[in-house]
């Protein structure tokens, strides 16, 4: 799984394919497998075997968050608008605080013309605390690494 992720990161997708295929002969009934499968479909765009590895995750574990999330955007690139809306729909369900999906269902509401539907999502991000403190997570961890930079010797003295 290991090798396939870093082949993503350095966009070897088709090497990643590989290697996911290869752990999904090791073992067919773990879902995170074909979850990455799919997602390094999503990349290369295709969505038609993003969709199905997804699906098949979504088979082997019902719960699998990210399998929902990733099969909506590829149906949603797919055109498949209504398909894409249920699965964000999923996402929301068993994840109430997964504020990538109100931002992708907010989205597709607003391109089907479904405006107030679009704004009630999108506004409901500003109400999450959990967006809050992760806002504030940020900006603590931004404030301590600018503090770091300050306090070297290097940044001291203005070398640059």
């Known amino acids: 799984m290991q090798h396939g992720n870093a082949r993503i990161e ?28 799919g997602e390094a479909y999503t990349v290369i765009e295709n969505y ?3 969709v199905s590895d997804c699906s098949r995750a979504i088979k082997i574990d ?3 968050i990210d399998a929902y999330f990733s099969r909506g955007y590829a149906l949603n690139q797919k055109g498949d608008k209504r398909g894409s809306l249920s699965n ?19 989205d597709i509401r607003k391109d089907k013309g ?6 009630a999502d999108l506004q409901s991000l500003l109400y999450k ?4 403190n992760e806002i504030r997570v940020l900006q603590a961890e931004i ?18």
């Open 88 to 106: 964000y729909n999923q996402v929301i369900k068993l994840d109430p605080k997964y504020i990538s999906a109100y931002i992708q269902r907010g």
């Open 114 to 119: 479904e405006k107030e539907e679009a704004i």
């Open 129 to 132: 605390e959990s967006m809050l």
């Open 10 to 37: 350095f966009d070897d997708c088709l090497g990643a394919i590989k290697d996911f295929t290869q752990v999904i002969k090791i073992n067919p009934h773990d879902a995170n497998p074909f979850l990455c499968h």
């Open 62 to 64: 019902p719960s699998c």
């Open 143 to 160: 404030k301590q690494i600018w503090d770091e930079i300050k306090n070297t010797p290097w940044w001291q003295k203005r070398v640059f």
């Open 48 to 50: 038609e075997n993003a």
